[in-house]
């Protein structure tokens, strides 16, 4: 446990460099502690995309729906639903007698409420909301109506996925700026197993749990997520007995954890991958560079020296886990230099006196594998004359840079998603994760077409047609599929990744129980 003994804390708080929360002065409840390696952008959880806010709204918020650790879609707010013949009307059928943190009602109109305030201020969702939804209703206050335009296969997995998180009504309704007001900053109230309590930049989010919780109450009493930007620091605050559980556990690490018998070790990997976006934007980066950046990189020496064997290499656009959707044949090939040479003096560069093409920069984030694997990329793209500056930043400088357009290459993580249209967020004009700032509009047009098409086979033709086009254009090129090691004691069980059972969700904690 890491609420031991608070002199004993202080001290090894002192030693690592990583200051201690307030809340664990006091001892009378049991604690968990979970790292995170920085703080959220704000506490409106629909408001944009936020990687390390995201396991903190899953405690806080809930959705209509939510994903389990294997990626299924199950009930949350929502109990039941129906579908229309004509798949236009879904019917959702919400819990009875769920509140507020603060002892309000949750009702229909608090759906209704988000889902439109979503596409009125650009939430994570709006994209797909816009395009989709016709028209919403409630007919009484524990059933909400979603109509669509047109049958639209994957609305639930929308509602389960980023961005779909019920906020109170009566905290938001005519608030000026969604993501400044105090529901967003200092006071954000949920339905979910822990409720807010305190926020500490680049400390702390202390939550405790909250007894009234629909789906049972949480059997730990606080919940706190530490920011602790280094991995490297993170995992020996929890050797020390500081923190509870850490994410992204250094893959150096990992074989001999495995072996210990006192962690538990596990990981999420379904629908992941590091890969590269490609700024389209960037006169430098013609489809002659994309193409010989691609073909110089030695996937397998990425994922043996950069990740320790850990994520094998990846050389398609979706993962092969979703069968129906992928494409085999779009894959792009093994290795090879000579043509990378030659691709780049076919688009008239010529060696300089250092033996270089020409000069590229590739922005990765501090945590994680990223830098390693961008290591051993520089020195692949040695070998075919490119010159491939590695740029280390923390999340907020990354964002800063890509979001201006001031970059040649950043590497990142992709989650696919509960379903292969969320390729759109990446690939799709104007979608939310869509940093390499690419449009095509066949691609637009097949992934709509998807949308409409309610059979996985007919689908995953459009799907298998669009890796076909992202083959050719390159606005991504994949490196290793994404496996991202989690670690806790052998006396916590119901942990994300961890214990990977029917009833643990994704980052929830409301399951753990600490013996």
Same mark, same amino acid.
């Given at each position: 446990?890491?609420?031991?003994?608070?002199?004993?804390?202080?001290i090894?708080?002192?030693?690592?460099?990583?200051?201690?929360? /307030?809340?664990?002065?006091?001892?009378?409840n049991?604690?968990?502690?979970?790292?995170?390696?920085?703080?959220?952008?704000?506490?409106?959880?629909?408001?944009?995309?936020?990687?390390?806010g995201?396991p903190i709204?899953?405690?806080?918020?809930?959705?209509?729906?939510?994903?389990n650790?294997?990626?299924?879609?199950?009930?949350?707010?929502?109990?039941?639903y129906?579908?229309?013949?004509?798949?236009?009307?879904?019917?959702?059928?919400l819990?009875?007698?769920?509140?507020?943190?603060?002892g309000?009602?949750?009702?229909?109109?608090d759906?209704? =409420?988000?889902?439109?305030?979503?596409?009125?201020?650009?939430?994570?969702?709006?994209?797909?909301?816009?395009?989709?939804?016709?028209?919403?209703?409630?007919?009484?206050?524990?059933?909400?109506?979603?109509?669509?335009n047109?049958?639209?296969?994957?609305?639930?997995?929308?509602?389960?996925?980023?961005?779909?998180?019920?906020?109170?009504?009566?905290?938001? *309704?005519?608030?000026?700026?969604?993501?400044?007001?105090a529901?967003?900053t200092?006071?954000?109230?949920?339905?979910?197993?822990?409720?807010?309590?305190?926020?500490?930049?680049?400390?702390?989010v202390?939550l405790e749990?909250?007894?009234?919780?629909?789906?049972?109450e949480?059997?730990v009493?606080?919940?706190? =997520?530490?920011?602790?930007?280094?991995?490297?620091?993170?995992?020996?605050?929890?050797?020390?007995?500081?923190?509870?559980?850490?994410?992204n556990?250094?893959?150096?690490?990992?074989? /001999?954890?495995?072996?210990?018998?006192?962690?538990?070790?596990?990981?999420?990997?379904?629908?992941?991958?590091?890969?590269?976006?490609?700024?389209?934007?960037?006169e430098?980066?013609?489809?002659?560079?994309?193409?010989?950046?691609?073909?110089a990189?030695?996937r397998e020496?990425?994922?043996?020296?950069?990740?320790?064997?850990?994520?094998?290499?990846?050389?398609?656009?979706?993962?092969?886990?979703?069968?129906?959707?992928y494409?085999?044949?779009?894959?792009?090939?093994?290795?090879?230099?000579?043509?990378?040479?030659?691709?780049l003096?076919q688009?008239?560069?010529?060696?300089?006196?250092?033996?270089y093409?020409?000069?590229?920069?590739?922005?990765?984030?501090?945590?994680?594998s990223?830098?390693?694997?961008?290591?051993? @990329?520089?020195?692949?793209l040695?070998?075919?004359?490119?010159? @491939?500056?590695l740029?280390?930043?923390?999340s907020?400088?990354?964002?800063?840079?890509?979001?201006?357009?001031? =970059?040649?290459?950043?590497?990142?993580?992709?989650?696919?998603?509960?379903d292969?249209?969320?390729?759109?967020?990446?690939?799709?004009?104007?979608?939310?994760?869509?940093?390499?700032?690419?449009?095509?509009?066949?691609?637009?047009?097949?992934?709509?077409?998807?949308?409409r098409?309610?059979k996985? *086979?007919?689908?995953? *033709?459009?799907?298998?047609?669009?890796?076909?086009?992202l083959?050719?254009?390159?606005?991504?090129?994949?490196?290793?599929?994404?496996?991202?090691?989690?670690?806790?004691?052998?006396?916590?069980?119901?942990?994300?990744?961890?214990?990977?059972?029917?009833?643990?969700?994704?980052?929830?904690?409301?399951?753990?129980v600490?013996?």
């Amino acid at each position: 446990m890491a609420r031991k003994w608070l002199s004993v804390l202080l001290i090894m708080c002192l030693v690592v460099g990583v200051m201690m929360p /307030a809340a664990l002065a006091d001892d009378s409840n049991e604690t968990f502690i979970v790292v995170t390696n920085e703080d959220p952008k704000s506490f409106n959880p629909d408001a944009q995309a936020d990687d390390y806010g995201w396991p903190i709204f899953q405690n806080i918020f809930d959705g209509l729906f939510q994903l389990n650790w294997n990626n299924e879609i199950v009930p949350n707010l929502c109990e039941t639903y129906t579908i229309s013949d004509d798949g236009l009307t879904y019917t959702f059928n919400l819990r009875k007698g769920v509140k507020w943190h603060d002892g309000e009602p949750f009702t229909s109109a608090d759906v209704e =409420f988000t889902f439109q305030m979503i596409m009125d201020n650009n939430g994570v969702i709006a994209q797909e909301l816009n395009t989709s939804v016709a028209e919403m209703s409630c007919p009484d206050e524990n059933t909400f109506v979603m109509v669509l335009n047109a049958p639209n296969s994957p609305i639930l997995g929308t509602l389960a996925w980023y961005g779909n998180f019920i906020i109170p009504k009566h905290l938001y *309704e005519g608030v000026e700026d969604w993501k400044t007001c105090a529901a967003a900053t200092t006071n954000p109230i949920g339905t979910g197993a822990y409720k807010f309590v305190s926020y500490d930049r680049g400390v702390s989010v202390v939550l405790e749990k909250n007894p009234d919780y629909h789906m049972g109450e949480p059997d730990v009493e606080r919940l706190i =997520f530490q920011v602790i930007p280094d991995s490297d620091t993170a995992l020996q605050a929890f050797f020390n007995g500081e923190v509870d559980l850490v994410k992204n556990v250094p893959n150096s690490q990992v074989p /001999a954890l495995l072996q210990d018998p006192q962690y538990k070790l596990g990981y999420s990997s379904a629908a992941r991958r590091y890969q590269i976006a490609v700024n389209m934007q960037n006169e430098k980066m013609t489809w002659e560079v994309r193409k010989a950046v691609s073909l110089a990189m030695d996937r397998e020496e990425i994922s043996l020296k950069g990740t320790n064997g850990l994520m094998p290499p990846a050389y398609g656009f979706y993962p092969p886990y979703c069968s129906w959707a992928y494409n085999a044949d779009a894959d792009i090939g093994e290795r090879n230099v000579e043509e990378a040479r030659a691709l780049l003096e076919q688009a008239g560069y010529t060696l300089d006196s250092d033996g270089y093409y020409l000069e590229l920069e590739m922005l990765v984030f501090s945590s994680g594998s990223y830098a390693d694997c961008g290591k051993v @990329m520089q020195s692949n793209l040695k070998e075919a004359g490119i010159n @491939m500056k590695l740029t280390v930043l923390e999340s907020a400088a990354w964002n800063d840079r890509v979001l201006n357009g001031d =970059f040649d290459m950043a590497m990142l993580n992709g989650y696919q998603g509960p379903d292969p249209d969320a390729m759109s967020k990446r690939i799709g004009t104007g979608g939310m994760a869509n940093y390499s700032m690419y449009s095509n509009a066949e691609v637009d047009e097949l992934l709509e077409e998807a949308r409409r098409l309610t059979k996985d *086979e007919e689908r995953g *033709e459009c799907y298998r047609r669009i890796q076909e086009i992202l083959a050719e254009d390159l606005p991504i090129i994949p490196v290793v599929e994404m496996t991202t090691y989690y670690i806790c004691r052998n006396n916590v069980s119901g942990v994300p990744y961890i214990d990977q059972t029917p009833d643990v969700s994704d980052n929830s904690y409301a399951k753990v129980v600490i013996e």
